[in-house]
């Protein structure tokens, strides 16, 4: 449905990152059901000396399973 990201870079020795999505996935697991999947992430890297970067991420994530089929099937008689 959506995926969008930013970045930052103030200077050389810093960088900051965020990013978004939501999509719909079937599932393969249950019989007319899909699911949402929304995530947001976040990054954070600082470079200290040459060889040496810290680096902090993070993230969240919310799965919601909806009904595949809107309307009820009938039954055949």
Known sequence: MFSISAGWAPDDNVKVGLSATRQIFNSAAA???????????????MHICKPLYFTLLGGYEHVEYFNAIDLPMPLSR
């Open 31 to 45: 019989t007319a059901q899909d699911y949402v999947d929304t995530s947001l992430n976040g990054l954070m890297r």
